[in-house]
């Protein structure tokens, strides 16, 4: 591995995440943990070294996967509809002794935590290095039960969804056969267990969560109570969104809360346009000259698909859009999560659907939003159809990197339509 962070690094890493204080002795260091009293951590020297001797030894495949020559090991997140807490507490190993496998499902090794820290701080922002930390019953019972922890399992206790799939191999085997027998292996558990698991390829899917926490309450104690009521469909949508960590599913159910309006604000849109048709001094109801144009604007604006009047669904979201999203706060929202999209949009179309560029600096605001309504349209539209053939298609987990990128937009304009609709208590 090319970037192995020393052993200054690592016990920086390790300060830095469990908020500690650490304290150097012979034979091992000793964390003070910084926001709750009473506890201390250790680490033995020994196991810093094996871990160095990992890190230099490994290998990255696929920007989340760790390998060596004999092993494997990938995060993967569980997709089930109930999580399986067996799953989450527990280690499941099946061994494959025809083939010289062993897999084990569990908790991270202190080795791939280390280097999945020390990955997030370096590629990402270092305000992401925080990954859902939180204290529950969880560490409790662990500090009754084991006495003193290491920093590793202090980090695996207190931190949502750090599992992964490890790989053993009794003969030298590539990344690429590990990565297939990674997906033979969740198969094989979905198909018997009935459970989803799936792997994470990137650190950006990683990351999502700490972003969120970062720009919200993330505390219980300082949650306040709600000021005001929301549409209950709009709010079963945005939390089926927030409940996973499918791309797909999240896009799609953000894109709901907007689609959720289409009708309305088409409609009286085009009463709004009649409206202003008829009472314009110009137009008279005696000349048909003035009806003809009348109703070829309706016409135009309305589409008759097998006997059935509809409307155009592109023209419907840049209305919701217009009408719900002030582009300066979308802005401001989408830089305090994540300060490098603003640019990215300017200047990437999304790569699997071909979703045009948005500027958001430009002065021209009707060109933003035809822009802004281009792309969501054509990126949902990707995910939906799924035809062979089709120019612009969503291809699961291999068109990931591209879609996680759009989330956050589809995001924050859903949490903006909510509100904005939404009435004081």
Same mark, same amino acid.
């Given at each position: ?15 830095? /995440? ?10 091992r ?64 190993? &099946? ?7 062993? /897999? &084990? ?48 399992d ?36 979905? /198909?018997?267990?009935?459970?989803a ?7 950006e899917?990683?990351?999502?969560r ?5 720009m ?14 929301y ?12 409940s996973?960590?499918n791309?797909?599913?999240?896009y799609?159910? /953000? ?102 560029? &948005? ?53 924050f ?13």
């Amino acid at each position: 591995m090319e970037e192995v962070p020393s052993r200054e690094e690592i016990i920086t890493l390790l300060t830095e /995440y469990c908020r500690a204080t650490p304290t150097e002795e012979d034979e091992r260091y000793i964390f003070e943990v910084d926001i709750r009293d009473g506890i201390n951590l250790v680490l033995e020297k020994n196991a810093l070294e094996e871990i160095e001797r990992n890190l230099t030894a490994f290998g990255i495949h696929e920007e989340t996967a760790l390998f060596g020559e004999n092993q494997y090991e990938i995060i993967v997140r569980e997709e089930s509809s109930i999580p399986v807490r067996r799953l989450r507490d527990d280690k499941i190993e &099946v061994e494959n002794e025809e083939a010289g496998l062993n /897999y &084990v499902l569990s908790a991270a090794s202190d080795s791939y935590l280390v280097w999945l820290l020390n990955e997030m701080k370096r590629k990402l922002s270092p305000r992401d290095f925080r990954m859902g930390f939180f204290h529950g019953p969880r560490l409790d019972r662990a500090l009754q039960e084991e006495g003193g922890l290491s920093p590793f399992d202090y980090i695996r206790l207190t931190t949502f969804r750090l599992m992964t799939l490890k790989i053993y191999s009794d003969k030298r085997t590539s990344p690429t056969q590990f990565s297939k027998l990674t997906h033979s292996f969740l198969f094989h558990v979905g /198909y018997n267990l009935d459970v989803a698991l799936v792997p994470q390829r990137l650190l950006e899917e990683i990351a999502r969560r700490g972003r969120i926490n970062r720009m919200r309450r993330s505390r219980t104690e300082e949650l306040d109570p709600p000021r005001r009521s929301y549409t209950e469909d709009l709010v079963q949508h945005y939390l089926l969104a927030v409940s996973t960590d499918n791309p797909v599913i999240e896009y799609l159910s /953000y894109y709901h809360v907007l689609e959720h309006f289409f009708e309305s604000v088409f409609n009286d849109d085009l009463i709004e346009s009649v409206r202003s048709s008829i009472t314009d001094p110009g137009f008279s109801y005696k000349r048909k000259k003035d009806i003809g144009q009348l109703i070829n604007s309706i016409k135009r604006a309305l589409q008759i698909r097998s006997e059935t009047i509809t409307f155009s669904e592109v023209e419907a979201l840049r209305l919701c859009i217009v009408k719900f999203v002030d582009l300066n706060e979308l802005k401001q929202k989408l830089e305090a999560y994540d300060d490098t999209l603003i640019e990215f949009y300017r200047v990437n179309k999304v790569d699997f659907s071909a979703g045009v560029e &948005v500027d958001f600096d430009s002065t021209d605001i009707e060109q933003v939003y035809k822009s802004l309504t281009k792309r969501i349209y054509s990126t949902r539209n990707a995910l939906v159809h799924s035809k062979d053939g089709e120019k612009s298609k969503y291809t699961p987990f291999k068109d990931d990197r591209s879609l996680v990128k759009e989330v956050p937009l589809m995001r924050f304009i859903s949490e903006m339509v909510i509100l904005k609709e939404s009435t004081v208590q």
